[in-house]
């Protein structure tokens, strides 16, 4: 069974944590409780194949920036997130990205751009204009925006043109990054 090792990034309380819970427990963290940092194993089904998903849920405080290089050393692919009810964590995703491709030393890491909290449309200060352009701008990246909380785009991913093939079994965002990292090996 293939292996694959996500690392799921971004700015504190950005409901990172809250994603891989529901994600893996099929449960919603209403309590914020900082990470420092988080592992879960899932065993998933991606086109017929099974697959284990060892999914690394990181700090999102700055003080852990040597961990963080460690992560993504070792971490195959990348779901970025930040919370569309606040401007600083989308702007805190540029640099995020930039450490990653410097640490990978490579422009060929499978990832995806998360707006998360999307529930909270009345509070939305990052238009989801914005989170399309970001990943359009960085070599048409995936892109989704998600609800922990209310499940949305949890149990479902929203496939995208460049990401060419059928899904048996769907669930998160994290398949859509297991399904960009198959490709990226199958090129």
């Known amino acids: 069974m293939r292996e694959y090792k996500l690392v799921v990034l971004g700015s504190g309380g950005v409901g990172k944590s809250a994603l891989t819970v529901q994600f893996v427990q099929g449960i919603f963290v209403e309590k914020y409780d900082p990470t420092i940092e988080d592992s879960y194993r899932k065993q998933v089904e991606v086109d017929g194949q099974q697959c284990m998903l060892e999914i690394l849920d990181t700090a999102g405080t700055e003080q852990f920036t040597a961990m963080r290089d460690l992560y993504m050393k070792n971490g195959q692919g990348f779901a970025l997130v930040y919370s569309i009810t606040a401007q600083s964590t989308f702007n805190d995703l540029q640099d995020l990205r930039e450490q990653i491709l410097r640490v990978k030393d490579t422009e060929d890491v499978p990832m995806i751009l998360v707006g998360n909290k999307c529930d909270l449309e009345v509070e939305r200060v990052v238009a989801k204009e914005s989170g399309?352009?970001?990943?359009?701008?960085?070599?048409?990246c995936a892109f989704l925006e998600t609800s922990a909380k209310s499940k949305i785009n949890v149990n479902e991913v929203t496939t995208h043109t460049h990401i060419h093939t059928h899904i048996v079994y769907t669930n998160m965002i994290i398949i859509a990054v297991v399904i960009i990292m198959i490709l990226c090996e199958t090129i």
């Open 132 to 140: 399309i352009g970001l990943a359009r701008q960085w070599n048409s």
